[in-house]
């Protein structure tokens, strides 16, 4: 993180006037967090980082982006109790957000079958970096990160412009290093974009079926090779066995980061007498 973004994290956490930590008085602290469920385990790196900010020195029993047994430690801290207290609930809700992403990511990369699984940037505004960042460590891959990455001709825009002129000005507006991604709602959309130069061709909204027969068209138009094709919309646990076997290359899922869970982490101050007994930090 810039040191920027972590002190706005951690001041709008903190506040003005701390009075909760300053409770306890100044003494080294042994803490510890544990995994309460079974997960792909991230936001490890971010935790440290938010430590080092206060002070406290970390150790990892885990790597960002593995699998984690219920009721395992991943980290371990030590410094002062005070510095703890303050930072505990900004790395827990890093590493329980981050977790959640992965570990859903994870399961819907097993069920893929092979098929690149990828995120949208249907993400928590200042958050997407580590939104994307957790999809990555569950094994998916993290798509745009804004709009400049990569050209995508949507709905909206063929609506506007038609999707012919739309190809033709992503192609002659933009840089070469840049693909073009056009967003489909029937083959005949999808035999123009393949035509007119698209490099990505996105199945919105369709069933597998549907897909499956694009595909072969595809394949029997000599386009096939040309294109990356990506299946969207509508795809969930239930479903996206489904969609790995209609012949995409990539399915995009907004899912992984809107419908992710947190997972139960917490942070344990050791019942460590040799602190208790009022050893001040050197």
Request: hydrophobic residues 45%; negative net charge.
């Amino acid at each position: 993180m810039l040191r920027s973004e972590l002190e706005r994290f951690i001041g709008e956490d903190l506040g003005e006037w701390d009075d909760s930590s300053t409770l306890i008085p100044e003494l080294t602290a042994c803490g510890i967090i544990i995994a309460k469920e079974d997960c792909i385990i991230s936001g490890l790196a971010e935790a440290v980082e938010i430590f080092q900010y206060f002070g406290l020195k970390s150790e990892l029993l885990f790597d960002d982006g593995e699998f984690v047994p219920a009721m395992s430690t991943v980290l371990e801290v030590v410094g002062s109790a005070r510095k703890i207290l303050q930072s505990e609930r900004l790395v827990l809700n890093f590493m329980a957000r981050m977790s959640g992403i992965s570990t859903l990511t994870r399961e819907c990369v097993l069920l893929a079958g092979g098929v690149r699984v990828a995120a949208t940037r249907k993400t928590t505004p200042g958050f997407r970096l580590f939104e994307k960042r957790a999809v990555y460590l569950g094994g998916g891959d993290t798509h745009r990160f804004n709009l400049s990455d990569a050209i995508l001709i949507k709905d909206n825009h063929i609506m506007i412009l038609g999707l012919k002129e739309c190809l033709r000005r992503a192609k002659d507006k933009s840089s070469f290093t840049k693909k073009i991604e056009v967003e489909i709602e029937s083959l005949e959309d999808m035999l123009i974009a393949a035509k007119e130069g698209a490099d990505i061709i996105m199945f919105d909204n369709m069933d597998p079926a549907k897909i499956a027969e694009g595909v072969d068209i595809l394949k029997k138009e000599g386009l096939r090779e040309r294109v990356i094709l990506e299946a969207s919309g509508g795809i969930t646990l239930d479903n996206i066995k489904d969609y790995g076997r209609s012949g995409v290359d990539v399915i995009s899922l907004g899912a992984l980061t809107k419908n992710a869970g947190w997972i139960d982490l917490s942070l344990e101050i050791e019942n460590d007498e040799e602190w208790k007994t009022g050893r001040e930090i050197a």
